[in-house]
């Protein structure tokens, strides 16, 4: 990929008996065997412009510690927490935008130096980011739990150990590949790495079968009409902050076509909210017509059901981890230049 572009991204050392590398240029000693992101390049400049996730999530944690010390419980005097969780993702989107928008950090110097160039990405170098750990975020390497085409011993019956396993997709019925060659914005493989699981603050290993998710299966797979089924049944879901778990109800962020307040101008306090989908405003900017999250008859295909079942992946991965992490522009890159073997 070349020395410059190589640099820019992220690698992952062992820090049972190293020194981790921080934002802020200081050293520290790190003896928990875990294993932590560092950048390959010169990092002198690399806290400016505002903080990256994990620095936000450290900062999180500290808050949280605060307010137990404290004996104030805000999840419970709130039904759960929901501002606190609302304030986490309002900050991280804010700061996020803060940094990358003006042209800094590693997202924006891959999207210059490798996407804009299109330098060709070498099939080692997707082959290392699955093999390890914190590649696209805090988390262990894909291949721990994604190494065989045979289900009794790999996750879904997905190998990513080879580039033929890559492509050939998860083998555990119903089949499915995780990509195909040039298409990356549609992947499945892209919407594992970068979605979150909705509502906020579901455990990776919360149930997906539950009466309340498969209610919401079957309305769009019986055409997500506008009926009893939907005013009676699926729309008191999206406002009820124990339907699907997390932190709060979907409408606590998702409640206007306008953002703000409302993330992605998703609005599920209405059917024609919900059928109108997301971010109609800003895609009207640039001509597009909205992202649809329904698509009546196909749950399996539309993201609303998607965002109730699919985890975001490593699992376990904070949902306030950087959506847009350099080293997943440069897989996609790879899978838009035709995903080469060689």
Known sequence: MGTAAGALVWASVTTSAAWAA????????????????VRMADSGSAGEGGMDPHDEAEEHDEAEEHE??????????HGGGSQHADDVLRNYYATYDERYGNGTGPEYAVQRLVQQRDITIPYDYISMLMRIPNAFGEGAACVLCHSSNTPQHSYRGLDLSTCEGIKRGAMEPPQ????????????????H?????????????????TANIRAVKQWIDEGARDDDVFRQTVLPLFKDRTAFGGFQACTECHMSNQEPPSFHELDLTSYDGVMLGADAIAKAEEGLPPVRIVFPGDAEGS??????????????IEPSENRDHPNLQILMQWIDQGAPCD
Do not use: C, W
């Not at 990509?179 to 919407?191: C, D, Q, V």
């Not at 790495?193 to 290993?205: A, E, H, Q, S």
């Not at 993201?303 to 376990?316: D, K, S, T």
């Open 193 to 209: 790495l970068r979605n979150n699981r909705m509502p906020f603050g579901v455990p990776f290993d919360a149930p997906t079968d």
């Open 22 to 37: 921080q934002d802020a240029g200081e050293t520290h000693a790190v003896d928990t065997g875990y294993v932590e992101p």
């Open 303 to 316: 993201p609303l059901y998607q965002r109730l079942v699919e985890n975001r992946m490593p699992a376990g």
């Open 176 to 191: 499915r590949v995780i990509f195909e060659p040039g298409k990356a914005s549609e992947s499945r493989l892209r919407r």
């Open 68 to 77: 137990e010390e404290d004996g104030h419980d805000e999840a419970a005097e």
